[in-house]
Nanobody
Framework: QVQLVESGGGLVQAGGPLRLSCAASASNLNIRTMRWWRQAPGKQRELAASITSANVVNYADTVKGRFTISWGSAKNTMYLQMDNLKPEDTGIYYC?????????WGRGTQVTVSA
């Protein structure tokens, strides 16, 4: 079974950057859309950013201008570059990919932004 593994989370001061990675355990997944979701403590999971196989990107208003979503060269690796991080960006970040008939999720990586 294909697995998604996120990495790159950690503790960072406000204003600093982090780069999250999401690696799939297989190639040729025919991914249509890749998404990064996040869930802050006590809050519902929200969609932070998405990118399609045609490179159409969308961002939540709360991260627009600060986060950049992208594919890796092999398209079984995906990234979320997060700049100018704020304490309210703290949460667990999840990678999610949509195939034609399936949706895959990683287990998440913790991002903590200190004031």
């Amino acid at each position: 079974q294909v697995q998604l593994v996120e990495s790159g989370g950690g503790l960072v001061q406000a204003g600093g950057p982090l780069r999250l990675s999401c690696a799939a355990s297989a190639s040729n997944l025919n991914i249509r859309t890749m998404r990064w979701w996040r869930q802050a403590p006590g809050k519902q999971r929200e969609l932070a950013a998405s990118i399609t196989s045609a490179n159409v990107v969308n961002y939540a208003d709360t991260v627009k201008g600060r986060f950049t979503i992208s594919w890796g060269s092999a398209k079984n690796t995906m990234y979320l570059q997060m700049d100018n991080l704020k304490p309210e960006d703290t949460g667990i970040y999840y990678c999610n990919v949509l195939q034609k008939t399936a949706s895959l999720w990683g287990r998440g990586t913790q991002v903590t932004v200190s004031a």
